[in-house]
């Protein structure tokens, strides 16, 4: 799977954003298997982006190309299915279900499309340290926990593309390298692209192509 | 293990108000019973005052009409006449008209020497379709000795009942075919006598009944009258109930015989109850389904977050839609089953009755009250899916 951005631009960006933008207005590519690492400052559009690659918004001239169908003329029902094996995603703002415990969080995305069995996700929480956390309902955990279950849930599916929206504002080193190694290691069983957007370079991407927005 | 709603079950707020759905039961089972009872009564009625009377056939009333015999007209031609008849005909609740001609002759009836009896009659034709019984052989040609009868069958019943008093034998309906009349018929152009033949029994006319051929030839044979004076007239009309015919009747001074139509008015009055009792259970079902449909949408409401949240991880929204709206199938399902039963019970406690022994009603609801419980659950699911739908997309 392949996925096109061709000429995307943002509805009410401003003009001088746009001229010294990497991505907004022209074409790019992003192959399966590729790393993409997205770099910009606050307010310059990467949420937005990541929402517009994800179809949630649809506030943008040009298109955006899943192997070669534009993703506006893409049924919602159709775009389910997409969300289910193609494409993943770990939100800036979580989006847990946050009367939920953190295990229901994460299983409510495994059910979908199981391609790990329900052990895989104590497993994946203990190796980012919240294996204590699985029956804590997910609004009595830090933000910090929250964003490592949200990326626990995020790798709970098959996926060509995984979308990171600064998924590690709220970590610590420690906790950002594990999480990184995880994400990494599912991405490279799954031969998954990874869009990775950030406010700054991080070391992981060192020797991976950058991009800034 | 597939996806089911159970697992996204803990994410849909049921709401607290637990008032307003058992009431939504409540008023939904109300209403479908009495729409299933209203149908079951309204098909029980029909049967049990089934009219064996052949006054109707193939969807129409033959009824008799005279006009009205007052102090003013006593004494004076009262036939319909000709202009009469066609105004009959024009009205758009009557289908068509006869009018019954009687013999301008005298006949002098006698029943031979096993029946010492000897009257005059009358004798009367009209057109062969609005006769109830018809047999091949209720013709007559000129030349023809015997002619054929149909007698009217509550003439037979009075027959029977003053005969013992009078010491004469009593007729069975088969034995009355056997019956030798002479009829004497004379005029001032002649006398001739015929063999009368009863060949039926009408329940719809009550007359002596010759074919039409054999009036026209004998009143121009005995009297050279041809002229039409029908004292009286049937008519062949969709309802004889129908308001709009009878205003007409009253209206020309038509007399109608009012017994003969208190049956149908009685059935008629007994179904429009049931029928109103049936309107007022759909108006109930439309109620109790609009306060399901509110509920379900404050159900959506509140859940509105975790729907979008889902529908973002990637469910798919029809299954969403379907997996919602299914949860309240089972309710619909038991309420209606629960009112068939209870249309069941109260159908065969109607049975119980006297009255309604002698009718050969069938011990299950009839087919009408099981499509429209099929109908209900359909339509029920239609709607609670469509509306489920229809919120999850306000909310993508």
């Excluded at chain 1, 494409?87 to 495994?110: A, C, G, H, M, P």
């Excluded at chain 2, 052989?137 to 003439?155: A, N």
């Excluded at chain 2, 509105?304 to 709206?325: E, H, I, M, Q």
């Amino acid at each position: 799977m392949q996925i096109q951005l061709r000429e995307v631009t943002p509805d009410n960006i401003e003009k001088e954003k746009r001229i010294v933008s990497q991505i907004w207005g022209l074409n790019v590519s992003i192959n399966k298997g590729e790393h993409l690492h997205i770099v910009a400052p606050s307010g310059s559009g990467k949420t937005s982006l990541m929402h517009f690659i994800y179809g949630l918004r649809k506030d943008y001239s040009g298109s955006i190309l899943y192997d070669n169908t534009d993703i506006k003329s893409v049924s919602i029902e159709r775009f389910s299915t997409f969300r289910q094996n193609k494409i993943s995603i770990i939100f800036q703002d979580l989006r847990l279900f946050e009367n939920q415990t953190v295990r229901e969080n994460i299983e409510i995305k495994r059910i979908l499309d199981p391609c790990h069995q329900p052990e895989k996700i104590a497993e994946m929480a203990a190796r980012l340290g919240i294996e204590n956390k699985l029956n804590q309902l997910a609004k009595t955990c830090s933000y910090g926990e929250q964003q490592r279950v949200a990326i626990i849930r995020a790798l709970m599916q098959p996926f060509d593309f995984l979308l990171l929206d600064e998924p590690y504002s709220h970590l610590d080193e420690a906790n950002r390298k594990k999480a990184m190694e995880l994400i990494y290691e599912e991405c490279a069983k799954r031969g998954a692209a990874m869009v990775f957007a950030d406010l700054k370079p991080l070391d992981f991407f060192k020797d991976e192509k950058i991009i800034y927005l | 293990m597939p996806l089911t709603y159970k697992n996204i079950e803990p994410l849909i707020v049921s709401g607290k108000n637990n008032f307003s759905k058992w009431l939504g039961y409540f008023g939904l089972g109300i209403g479908v019973l009495l729409l299933f009872v209203s149908m079951q009564m309204f098909v029980n009625i029909g049967q049990l005052l089934r009219e064996n009377s052949p006054r109707k056939s193939g969807g129409y009333d033959f009824i008799s009409i005279s006009k009205t015999i007052t102090n003013e007209n006593m004494g004076k031609d009262n036939s319909f006449t000709n202009a009469d008849l066609i105004k009959l005909k024009e009205q758009p609740t009557i289908a068509e008209v006869a009018p019954l001609i009687s013999n301008k002759f005298r006949v002098r009836g006698t029943a031979g020497d096993i029946i010492p009896f000897s009257t005059d009659l009358f004798l009367e034709s009209i057109d062969n379709n609005f006769i109830d019984t018809v047999p091949a052989t209720f013709t007559w040609q000129p030349g023809q000795t015997v002619v054929p009868i149909i007698f009217s069958s509550d003439f037979l019943e009075m027959y029977n009942v003053f005969a013992p008093a009078q010491g004469l034998p009593q007729l069975s309906a088969k034995t009355i075919s056997s019956v030798n009349i002479i009829l004497e018929c004379s005029g001032p152009y002649g006398t001739q006598n015929f063999k009368g033949n009863i060949v039926a029994l009408s329940d719809r006319i009550n007359s002596l009944l010759v074919p039409k051929s054999f009036m026209n030839w004998s009143n121009l044979h005995f009297m050279e009258d041809t002229a039409v004076h029908a004292s009286r007239v049937y008519i062949k009309t969709k309802d004889a109930n129908d308001p709009k015919l009878i205003s007409y009747l009253d209206q020309e001074n038509y007399h109608l015989n009012k017994d003969k139509v208190k049956f149908s008015r009685i059935k008629s009055i007994l179904q429009n109850i049931v029928r109103a009792l049936g309107v007022f259970g759909i108006l109930v079902i439309v109620l109790a389904l609009m306060l399901f449909s509110f509920y379900l949408q404050l159900m959506i409401a509140k859940s509105k977050d975790n729907l979008r949240l889902l529908l973002t991880l990637g469910y798919s929204p029809k299954w969403l839609a379907k997996s919602v709206a299914k949860t309240w199938l089972p309710v619909y399902l038991i309420i209606i089953i629960a009112a068939l039963i209870l249309t069941e019970i109260l159908h065969l406690l109607f049975m119980q009755f006297s009255f309604v022994k002698s009718a050969n009603l069938s011990y299950l609801p009839d087919w009408s009250v099981w499509i429209t419980a099929v109908f209900l659950f359909a339509l029920t699911i239609f709607i609670n899916l469509n509306l489920v739908r229809k919120e999850l997309v306000k909310i993508i």
